[in-house]
């Protein structure tokens, strides 16, 4: 048979080059002298010098049975001499090295061949976009698809690599987040997701879809269930949360995300019955509470940027962000010195469900207030100083509230009159000495002739 005849003639050409290339005092088998070659090729010397290998090793790949000892080491030979090599990558796609690998890892069960010729293809598609678009043009969407749905950790990374890289064609991203290309993206997270595996290429190709495009709304519902939210969605929106945690200042954000989350938060409470206090910190396992729990964290750091444009911030507080993170704090119970106090009232309120809730409920606030008199005011109108002074004490169950709470009270307080003026509104019995207040130079005191208290300066 012609591919007998082609096999034949590679390998034999191909053990003259190891014999050329490796003496025998070397290696002692043509598998030590192939390793010796991989091990050369990871420098910039070694892949320059072999670069006549590599239509060697193409030729003899297409004829390689899977069980071939030869296989997985060329596939990682040929991945090395493609890394950062322009004249080894040119040379690759000259040689239909794309049509070749494709073939191969489509037609492997093996999830280390699969993950090395993803490599080389993911190598390749670096070095400019005549190769992007072959690897691209060779693989979506059907071999995407069916590459995606291996499901093993392993192919996932090298195959976000792959993606991320072809997609920063505009045409490409926007096939990308079609219906297909939605697909293969949640069959990627179904993998991951199932092991908590994570690696550098999956959260930037999540970043680029979700955060800085407008396509997170599609990708959040393709990963629901009719039976409520899933794992793969708390999965989703803790990597976006952890992403723009680390890389904050870095990472464009676009409208659309922003109130897709704030639809999130509004919804998510609704799966979570806040009966139990909850006694983990995120992640908890429940994906209604991660999902809530990441959201509000990711909608902290959006407040937190000065440097969005102004109408970021703006549309989620059109879209009555202040009144529902104030709605949540009313509904929750007190922080755990209050409770003390309070301890035989019959008034049933909300239970936190995740160490650190009402500590990101209040993180949100502060920071959507600080230097913006809109959302100052609105704090007031919506009678939420108060709520907001109570988490100003220590609960046991929320890490830093209190901390944060200063800091939110600090900047509903900063420069706006009229917030300094309400608590004056305040019925209190006695003085009320609060460490938010303390911050600013003032306290709380009471007028025994109005029966109010009223904010004086500290040294009154």
Same mark, same amino acid.
């Given at each position: 048979?012609?591919?007998?005849?082609?096999?034949?003639?590679?390998?034999?050409?191909?053990?003259?080059?190891?014999?050329?290339?490796?003496?025998?005092?070397?290696?002692?088998?043509?598998?030590?002298?192939?390793?010796?070659?991989?091990?050369?090729?990871?420098?910039?010397?070694?892949?320059?010098?072999?670069?006549?290998?590599?239509? /060697? /090793?193409?030729?003899?790949?297409?004829?390689?049975?899977?069980?071939?000892?030869?296989?997985?080491?060329?596939?990682?030979?040929?991945?090395?001499?493609?890394? #950062?090599?322009?004249?080894?990558?040119?040379?690759?796609?000259?040689?239909?090295?794309?049509?070749?690998?494709?073939?191969?890892?489509?037609?492997?069960?093996?999830?280390?061949?699969?993950?090395?010729?993803?490599?080389?293809?993911?190598?390749?598609? !670096?070095?400019?976009?005549?190769?992007?678009?072959?690897?691209?043009?060779?693989? %979506?969407?059907?071999?995407?698809?069916?590459?995606?749905?291996?499901?093993?950790?392993?192919?996932?990374?090298?195959?976000?690599?792959?993606?991320?890289?072809?997609?920063?064609?505009?045409?490409?991203?926007?096939?990308?987040?079609?219906?297909?290309?939605?697909?293969?993206?949640?069959?990627?997270?179904?993998?991951?997701?199932?092991?908590?595996?994570?690696?550098?290429?999956?959260?930037?190709?999540?970043?680029?879809?979700?955060?800085?495009?407008?396509?997170?709304?599609?990708?959040?519902?393709?990963? #629901?269930?009719?039976?409520?939210?899933?794992?793969?969605?708390?999965?989703?929106?803790?990597?976006?949360?952890?992403?723009?945690?680390?890389?904050?200042?870095?990472?464009?954000?676009?409208?659309? %995300?922003? !109130?897709?989350? !704030?639809?999130?938060?509004?919804?998510?409470?609704?799966?979570?019955?806040?009966?139990?206090?909850?006694?983990?910190?995120?992640?908890?396992?429940?994906?209604?509470?991660?999902?809530?729990?990441?959201? +509000?964290?990711?909608?902290?750091?959006?407040?937190?940027?000065?440097?969005?444009?102004?109408?970021?911030?703006?549309?989620?507080?059109?879209?009555?962000?202040?009144? !529902? +993170?104030?709605?949540?704090?009313?509904?929750?119970e007190p922080p755990t010195n209050i409770r003390t106090v309070l301890k035989n009232s019959d008034v049933m309120m909300k239970a936190c469900p995740y160490r650190g809730f009402r500590r990101d409920v209040?993180?949100?606030?502060?920071?959507?207030?600080?230097?913006?008199?809109?959302?100052?005011?609105?704090?007031?109108?919506?009678?939420?100083?108060?709520?907001?002074?109570?988490?100003?004490?220590?609960?046991?169950?929320?890490?830093?509230?209190?901390?944060?709470?200063?800091?939110?009270?600090?900047?509903?307080?900063?420069?706006?009159?009229?917030?300094?003026k309400e608590i004056s509104k305040l019925e209190c019995r006695g003085a009320v000495d609060n460490p938010c207040i303390t911050e600013l130079g003032l306290r709380v005191a009471w007028d025994q002739n109005?029966?109010?208290?009223?904010?004086?300066?500290?040294?009154?």
């Amino acid at each position: 048979m012609e591919s007998e005849i082609n096999y034949g003639e590679a390998e034999d050409h191909f053990r003259r080059i190891l014999a050329s290339t490796i003496p025998s005092t070397t290696a002692s088998t043509d598998e030590e002298a192939l390793q010796i070659l991989i091990d050369s090729s990871r420098t910039s010397h070694g892949r320059s010098s072999l670069s006549e290998t590599l239509p /060697v /090793v193409l030729r003899l790949l297409p004829s390689l049975p899977d069980s071939h000892p030869f296989l997985l080491p060329s596939l990682r030979l040929i991945r090395n001499l493609c890394g #950062g090599d322009a004249s080894n990558q040119n040379s690759f796609l000259l040689s239909n090295g794309v049509d070749d690998v494709s073939s191969l890892i489509l037609g492997v069960a093996d999830p280390q061949i699969v993950r090395a010729g993803l490599q080389v293809l993911g190598n390749v598609s !670096l070095a400019g976009e005549d190769h992007r678009s072959a690897v691209w043009g060779r693989l %979506f969407p059907e071999g995407l698809l069916e590459l995606a749905r291996v499901r093993d950790r392993c192919v996932a990374d090298p195959l976000c690599m792959i993606i991320y890289t072809c997609c920063n064609n505009r045409g490409r991203l926007v096939e990308l987040c079609g219906d297909q290309g939605l697909t293969i993206v949640s069959d990627i997270i179904k993998t991951c997701s199932e092991d908590e595996f994570r690696e550098d290429w999956l959260p930037l190709l999540l970043s680029k879809i979700s955060l800085e495009e407008s396509y997170f709304p599609l990708l959040f519902d393709k990963l #629901g269930s009719a039976d409520g939210i899933t794992s793969e969605q708390a999965f989703l929106v803790r990597l976006l949360a952890e992403n723009l945690d680390q890389r904050c200042n870095e990472v464009t954000i676009s409208d659309a %995300f922003a !109130l897709a989350v !704030l639809k999130i938060v509004d919804r998510a409470p609704r799966a979570i019955d806040f009966v139990s206090r909850g006694i983990s910190c995120l992640p908890t396992g429940d994906p209604a509470i991660d999902v809530l729990g990441y959201s +509000l964290i990711i909608l902290r750091n959006i407040c937190a940027r000065e440097d969005l444009p102004q109408t970021s911030v703006d549309s989620l507080i059109l879209s009555g962000l202040i009144r !529902l +993170l104030l709605g949540l704090l009313r509904d929750l119970e007190p922080p755990t010195n209050i409770r003390t106090v309070l301890k035989n009232s019959d008034v049933m309120m909300k239970a936190c469900p995740y160490r650190g809730f009402r500590r990101d409920v209040v993180a949100v606030l502060g920071n959507c207030a600080f230097r913006r008199k809109r959302v100052q005011d609105e704090i007031r109108n919506e009678n939420g100083i108060l709520p907001l002074l109570q988490q100003c004490s220590v609960c046991d169950e929320n890490p830093f509230s209190r901390e944060w709470a200063i800091w939110a009270m600090r900047n509903v307080f900063e420069g706006n009159e009229d917030n300094q003026k309400e608590i004056s509104k305040l019925e209190c019995r006695g003085a009320v000495d609060n460490p938010c207040i303390t911050e600013l130079g003032l306290r709380v005191a009471w007028d025994q002739n109005s029966g109010h208290a009223r904010l004086v300066n500290i040294t009154t």
